[in-house]
């Protein structure tokens, strides 16, 4: 059996995503510059930053590679083999150096720039969920109460849906008023799908 022969690119295609910034893999960003094992090797002095007796001979990762750890200068410890292997077999060990460099560096210290970069846009989106539930609150409270009862999920998601976008939410909001009138949001007695009084 043969190989098919790949067809030869093209020339106009050659280097078409070369302008396209690669960004690195999580291995990439888990490994340690060069720069930054300098830096901790000067700063532990030659010795181990957990035994404080034997010299150092390796960089290990405070939270673990396979846990997200980043090859960041706040996420690098110099140890030795002994308390290196101890500590990469010990979780309870682990824990206590995770939470010692929390400590010092804050909850976030094994984070690169593009983590910082991932939790600011997760942020901005929370705050943009919370905000657009705020404004649906009335609409929300406006429709439980024509209905006279909770809306079901499948209702709320429309609505939800339909919120995405302020100009149609206020559209639909004033449909909704003038639909079952303007004082069903202040009903003091609630009954199937309108107003009733004793």
């Not at 090859?71 to 140890?79: A, D, E, P, S, Y």
Request: aromatic share 8%; glycine share 8%.
């Amino acid at each position: 059996m043969f190989k098919k022969k790949r067809k030869e690119v093209a020339p106009w295609r050659q280097g078409i995503t070369a302008h396209h910034n690669r960004r690195p893999s999580k291995a990439d960003r888990a490994e340690f510059p060069t720069t930054v094992i300098k830096e901790l090797i000067q700063e532990a002095d030659g010795r181990c930053q957990c035994c404080g007796l034997l010299p150092d001979t390796t960089t290990h990762h405070v939270m673990p590679r396979g846990r997200g750890g980043r090859g960041v200068k706040t996420n690098g410890m110099r140890l030795n083999g002994v308390c290196h292997d101890r500590i990469q077999t010990n979780e309870e060990e682990l824990q206590y150096w995770i939470s010692e460099w929390t400590r010092r560096y804050g909850p976030y210290f094994w984070y690169d720039a593009q983590d910082f970069e991932e939790l600011e846009k997760r942020k901005a989106k929370e705050f943009q969920m919370h905000e657009q539930a705020e404004r649906l609150q009335p609409v929300m409270e406006l429709l439980s109460n024509a209905t006279g009862r909770k809306l079901k999920p499948s209702e709320r998601r429309l609505v939800h849906e339909i919120g995405a976008k302020p100009d149609r939410l206020m559209v639909f909001q004033q449909l909704l008023q003038d639909t079952v009138g303007p004082g069903i949001t202040n009903m003091d007695k609630q009954f199937g799908y309108g107003r009733f009084d004793d």
